[in-house]
């Protein structure tokens, strides 16, 4: 299809939903003479009217929702609802001066993230025991993100390296799916190093990281080892990550949650 048809498509669609949205807006009562803010609730996407796309200097662009959409398809299958309220930084119970201190690390993180986003030390990590709030926090991170339209993939660390391993003789495959990982804006390692580790489990994490290393590509992770341990693990990956992270080091230790935050 030639790029006027689909700009006229397009311009039949965008028509088509001016029409339906008239229509609603006859139905339930709102129209010209009630507030924007009311208009606006019918769409779930304002800037294209859920069309998907928007028309810039006569061309056919995606609106940034449509990828915003398919990453939430993605972390849905995941198991996670980008839309629940459980995980979000309003939810996060501060209900100790370190966790206090742990969340507005993560929150002074975010906004700095637009400045420091192509530096070396562009990364967070959170660190600490089952139940410390990590998971919670990293998840909070990503939904701010995926909402101000910044894609954050999701590497459930376990799950992703065995699948990965099992399908390590499709090279297709493995090629696609290491450079997901590699490539994606923000990549959010969920526990990291859980279970038993291999040499291969490690040549495949290598892979990722250091090319985010080497790209300034940012990562959220979240592990139960401490910095010790992910440096005598492996030095390579251990040292790439504390230098992306050396800024945001979030580490929760010993029992009551009692935590210290490095900088
Ligand atoms: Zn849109």
Redesign the pocket.
Known sequence: MGIEETVERIKDQVQLREQRRKEIEKREGVGMDKPYSMKRTLYS?S??????W?LIDGKARR????EIKRLKRIWEKSGISLEQKEMTFKSFNAYSKEIKNAKDTATKYYINYKVIKDSRNNSIVFLGQVGSGKTHLSIALAINFINKEIPVIYMPYRDVIMNIKQNILDSIYYRKTIERYQKAEILLIDDLYKGKITESDINILFEIINYRYLNNKAIIVSSERSIDEILRIDEGIGSRIYEMCKGYLVEIRGKGNNYRVRG
Do not use: H, I, N
């Open positions: 996407c800037k294209c009217r859920d069309t998907s928007l609106c940034g929702c449509y």
